[in-house]
């Protein structure tokens, strides 16, 4: 178990049909990898639209300052360190969701790494990671969500995946396997859910965002050089999120692919 006790600032921003989507009401948020990229600009949207956020990542420094600004423009939103390869804390996190406001309306498994590199560099530990945190991650939140989404009859998960849950690339082989198994993931609760939880897959193409800086690999972070000159704002996907989050509860957005207009890929 490597959280720790909740931490949290609050805010009054009010729950209206002008804040919080179309259906008219403010939800309660998670997001998991909510220190960077998409997962802060995320949390920023969700704020700006109202919704009451916990705000999960390992850089806990990180979600401090986040959660002080969001909270200093009249956000509800609270954040507490989480691992997502633990899965005792991914309960815990949840649970300290619904003990501070109630329940949980949203999970957006954002959390990720992309250490790419060739299959015949043997980087064996990278491979690790990114099944851990990739694909037992996103595991791992559904497991703690479903279950009380099911028992209130509602809910909606929204999965973060990449364009690489639809194609395969060089020196992403791993990378892009952990993202068609999230997919995959992602279309099985779907059809599993008798139209109580709603279900989202949300596949950006290249964007801004740290992953690319784990890359350690010299040949994969070369290439990606190129990518990051048309790389689309976090925003962008946060946007896409916001839609999703947004829409009445009889209607489900199952996939969402953004990409730059000036990347094939």
């Not at 990229?37 to 949390?43: N, Y």
């Not at 947004?246 to 692919?257: K, L, R, Y």
């Amino acid at each position: 178990m490597t959280g720790t006790a909740t931490t949290a600032a609050t805010g009054t921003a009010p729950a209206t049909a002008a804040t919080a989507g179309t259906d008219g009401a403010a939800k309660v948020v998670v997001i998991t990898g909510a220190s960077s990229g998409i997962g802060a600009a995320t949390a920023r949207r969700l704020a700006a639209d109202g919704h009451r956020l916990l705000l999960g990542a390992r850089r806990t420094g990180r979600l401090a300052a986040l959660t002080e600004e969001l909270t200093a423009r009249g956000a509800t939103a609270a954040f507490r360190r989480l691992d997502v390869t633990d899965a005792a804390d991914v309960r815990a996190f949840i649970g300290a969701a619904r003990e501070r406001y109630g329940r949980v309306d949203v999970l957006v498994n954002n959390a990720g790494v992309m250490p790419l590199a060739p299959l015949d560099a043997l980087r064996t530990d990278e491979w690790d990671r990114m099944i851990d945190v990739n694909v037992r991650g996103v595991l791992h939140g559904i497991a703690a969500a479903l279950p009380a989404m099911r028992a209130r009859g509602g809910g909606h998960i929204v999965n973060i995946a990449s364009v690489g849950a639809y194609e395969v690339s060089p020196t992403a082989a791993v990378y892009c396997a952990t993202k068609f198994a999230v997919r995959a993931i992602s279309e099985g609760l779907r059809q599993e859910s008798p139209g109580d939880i709603r279900v989202t897959l949300v596949s950006p193409g290249v964007t801004e965002s740290e992953l690319a800086d784990g890359i350690e690999d010299p040949v994969a972070r070369e290439a990606m050089k190129a990518y990051r000159a048309v790389a689309l704002p976090a925003s962008a996907i946060a946007d896409a999120i916001a839609y999703a989050v947004s829409q009445p509860a009889g209607v489900d957005v199952n996939e969402i692919v953004v990409r730059p207009a000036a990347s094939a890929q």
